[in-house]
């Protein structure tokens, strides 16, 4: 089924309809809180949880939901047979509805990145009394452009494994660029081509880095300017002395990923006349302290 996508300024009418819902700007902020949207999936006309009354804009895009089954150990695990199942033109995005278990983007190779992962986040969510989604992320947006060192994270905060259906969709993008940009410690505001939008201004637009040590976050000026602190002080350097093993690129490597996993390594954002609306912008979280280049893939999918 071809997808087709709509905007709105308030809650929509779904009928019958099947897809998946971006809300942009909520009234009260989503259960990830250092996310500005959220994307519920709709069956038949149906969501399966509350949708925010009140939120900037929302946009829905109407296309196949699949349910499918995935066990997920304690902790932090890559999830292995995805890349085979890669279709290279469409971008694929899992969805949790179970609580306990979310998702993340991060370095794959070793395996005391998933052990360190754990504990930061059992350190994280103990200390702020909160639960998994408020600071991993129940979506996850994965093709294969991912970096070779990079791959998909269940993160299963409870002791027992979970067996659960994920929803999965499939869709492709109607146009696609990659950009490098040069980034420093901090945040470093984005330039969105223009190329994308020269058939069509609006639509969705999803923006993502193929590295694991730096974030994709849609901030205001003020709000920028203090992510990056905000999760320094939410992931301390202090735990390389502590517990940390992944440490042989210095005290910024694991911070930068447990960092990672918080912000995302992604975001979408609404588009409207080739701007997203309001006074927000999309930057680059940059986690390390060495300058260098990073590589971010822009795709959009037009209103049709």
């Not at 071809?2 to 259960?31: C, M, V, W």
């Not at 902790?75 to 995005?93: A, Y």
């Not at 609006?202 to 040590?213: A, D, E, F, Q, V």
């Amino acid at each position: 089924m071809p997808f087709s996508i709509r905007s709105y300024g308030s809650p929509p009418n779904f009928e019958s309809l099947t897809g998946l819902l971006h809300i942009f700007q909520a009234d009260k902020p989503t259960r990830h809180w250092f996310k500005n949207f959220e994307i519920i999936p709709i069956f038949n006309g149906q969501a399966r949880v509350n949708i925010p009354k009140c939120a900037k804009i929302y946009t829905f895009l109407e296309t196949e939901l699949t349910e499918q089954n995935l066990t997920a150990n304690p902790g932090c695990q890559l999830i292995r047979g995805v890349k085979p199942q890669f279709d290279s033109e469409k971008i694929h995005l899992w969805i949790s509805e179970e609580d306990s278990l979310g998702f993340a983007l991060n370095e794959n190779w070793d395996k005391t990145v998933r052990s360190d992962m754990r504990e930061a986040l059992r350190r994280i969510l103990e200390s702020q009394n909160a639960c998994l989604h408020e600071f991993i992320s129940n979506c996850l947006f994965f093709n294969k452009d991912m970096g070779s060192w990079q791959g998909p994270y269940s993160i299963n905060s409870t002791e027992n494994t979970i067996s659960s259906k994920i929803i999965s969709a499939a869709i492709k993008p109607s146009y696609t660029q990659l950009v490098k940009f040069p980034s420093k410690r901090g945040s470093v505001k984005l330039t969105i081509p223009e190329t994308l939008f020269q058939k069509a201004k609006s639509g969705l637009l999803h923006i993502l880095t193929t590295h694991t040590s730096c974030s994709i976050a849609c901030l205001s000026e003020s709000e920028a300017q203090s992510r990056e602190p905000t999760l320094s002080n939410l992931v301390p350097e202090s735990w390389n002395e502590e517990f940390f093993e992944h440490t042989y690129e210095g005290p910024d490597d694991m911070p930068a990923h447990v960092k990672c996993a918080i912000q995302g390594a992604d975001c979408m954002v609404p588009i409207d006349n080739g701007k997203i609306p309001g006074n927000t912008s999309v930057y680059i979280i940059e986690h390390r302290d060495k300058e260098r280049d990073r590589k971010v893939i822009f795709r959009f999918f037009k209103h049709m």
